[in-house]
């Protein structure tokens, strides 16, 4: 967080152009708001996904003249209460993490800022029962359009979810996708960017079984719904 404005900085000088400007645009919800898509209440969720999946979308209309996908990241809670409190701390810690005694005192002291959810040394029984659970909420059109930055006349009619879920994700699904990754490199590099380099998991991976090979060691991939509107 420190240096934030500085990769921003890195950013613009890596990839000067952002891309078409997709239509309708997505619009990012800064405060809590009633989630109807999860149920409950969601709050902004800080992460590097946005940035990482961009530059896939740019890769896919560049190489395979495919529509970029337009994202937000939110985490949910069940009670509005709950959602205003990690709102309202969540934005003081990224307030204190621009400064390096704020980072110093929060790296000291995880637990007592995080009500005790985050803390040094966990055991193997409150990492087996620690759970994940990710919804994919996408919103778009039935029809492909013929050029991928055309514009399309009527409303998004059609929703797709997928539910993506497992447990420990810090030590055992971490490394369950960082060991299959690996084994997909050597294993299905026929199926990866011929000319090698440096590419985003969607880029790398998208043509491989790598969904596949998580799915069968717990970490799941499940196609929730998909319905017209």
Same mark, same amino acid.
């Given at each position: ?72 990241? !939110? ?5 509005? +209460?709950?959602?205003? #409190? %990690?709102? /309202? ?7 204190? =993490? ?72 810090? !030590? ?5 996708? +960082?060991?299959?990754? #690996? %084994?997909? /490199? ?7 960017? =011929? ?35």
């Amino acid at each position: 967080m420190s240096e934030v404005e500085e990769l921003k900085s890195i950013r613009k000088k890596l990839f000067p152009d952002c891309g078409p400007k997709m239509h309708p645009t997505l619009k990012h919800k800064w405060f809590v708001h009633k989630n109807k898509a999860v149920g409950g209440w969601s709050v902004p969720f800080p992460t590097a996904d946005r940035s990482v999946i961009a530059r896939s979308q740019r890769y896919f209309l560049q190489h395979n003249k495919q529509r970029p996908i337009q994202l937000f990241s !939110y985490v949910t809670f069940p009670y509005l +209460l709950l959602a205003l #409190a %990690v709102w /309202v701390l969540g934005g003081l810690l990224l307030l204190a =993490a621009k400064f390096k005694a704020g980072r110093e005192f929060i790296l000291k002291h995880p637990r007592l800022l995080s009500g005790g959810l985050v803390g040094f040394d966990p055991s193997e029984k409150a990492m087996s029962n620690l759970y994940f659970s990710f919804t994919l909420y996408g919103k778009g059109w039935k029809d492909k359009m013929t050029e991928p930055t055309d514009k399309h006349t009527e409303k998004p009619n059609k929703t797709l979810v997928v539910k993506v879920s497992g447990n420990n994700p810090a !030590y055992g699904a971490t490394c369950v996708a +960082l060991v299959l990754s #690996a %084994v997909t /490199v050597v294993q299905q590099a026929d199926k990866m960017p =011929a000319s090698g380099g440096v590419y985003t998991p969607g880029v790398a991976f998208g043509k491989t079984t790598l969904i596949e090979d998580l799915n069968k060691h717990g970490v799941k991939f499940e196609l929730v719904s998909v319905k017209e509107i």
